[in-house]
């Protein structure tokens, strides 16, 4: 299983980012797909996750409202559209597989917002 995420780059407050995740390998059995993030000098921390079956969503306090995550099933692919981005939303955004016995990460994207 492999996941790669794109997407991020440099933006001004207020301003929006979509973030791609391209999952390849057999992971049609996921739970769900996340996305987490990593400031510097933070922990690592749940952004928003999806639960493949259900389409059930759910959201860190600190994005609701602003972040829609989403998935495409057909195409193995997650999304998380970032609106009205803060400079603390500034990190390194991980895409996770979240599988029966196992989690799979991708490399990650960095989010720089200013």
């Known amino acids: 299983v492999q996941l790669v995420e794109s997407g991020g780059g440099s933006v001004q407050a207020g301003g929006s980012l979509r973030l791609s995740c391209a999952a390849s390998g057999y992971t049609y059995n996921r739970n769900c797909m996340a996305w987490f993030c990593q400031a510097p000098g933070k922990e690592r921390e749940g952004v928003a996750r999806i639960y493949t079956g259900s389409g059930n969503t759910y959201y860190a306090d600190s994005v609701k409202g602003r972040f829609t995550i989403s998935q495409d099933n057909a195409k193995n692919m997650a999304y998380l559209q970032m609106n009205s981005l803060k400079s603390e939303d500034t990190a390194l955004y991980y895409c996770?597989?979240?599988?029966?016995?196992?989690?799979?990460w991708g490399q990650g994207t960095q989010v720089t917002v200013s």
């Open positions: 996770v597989a979240v599988m029966p016995l196992t989690d799979y």
